[in-house]
């Protein structure tokens, strides 16, 4: 299935002036992921986020043609669990900002990238990225469930010092009386959920 619908939209890639050039390549990225080829499924991600935004840059859309917009859009969505399976966490950022630049859009895709290892099991990425988040905006309405998945993290992992390191620089960090309550007072909604959090993680680890 994977191998015939690679071959079919392999054909339509190379005519660059077709008006499926572009979703072909985006089609020809999906089948080899499904063939297990995600390295060359990323390059091809990457390959349909360039274009796609040149493309705009160069005059817009035509009549017929999948958006560019969406498709450079959808992109760089997808390349964020690519790039879970075969990239080094460590260079996630470089290799975000390199895309997207720095700031928010590359935190953004960071932020992505953080829960997917955290959901997968993989704490020590999942952590180095929650650090690194926290680092970049420290007082942002985020950073205390980062520093809360790292915590529920380490919290059955057999890694007791990095637990009570990690569980000391919560409740001292989010507390009632911290720089972050301060920064976020004026959202009650978030205050209440992270300190029903707190209490309930306070009262099963301490």
Known sequence: KWKDALKYYGRLINKPKSRHYLFSLYKVAWCRYRLSDTRAALKG?????????RAKEEGGEEKGKVSSIRLASEALRDIVPFYSEIGDYQQAERYFES????GKPANKMLDRLAYIYANR???????????RLIEAEP??????DY???????YSSAGKGKIFKTELYNWITN???????????????ALLATAYESREKTLRNYV
């Open 45 to 53: 991600l990457e390959q349909v986020y360039m274009e796609s935004r």
């Open 99 to 102: 895309l997207v630049g720095g």
């Open 121 to 131: 099991g993989n704490i020590e990425a999942a952590r180095y990225l929650f650090h």
């Open 139 to 144: 007082l942002s309405p985020k950073a205390f």
């Open 147 to 153: 520093q809360y998945q790292i915590v529920v993290n």
């Open 174 to 188: 989010y507390s009632p009386e911290s720089e972050w309550a301060r920064t976020n007072k004026k959202d009650e």
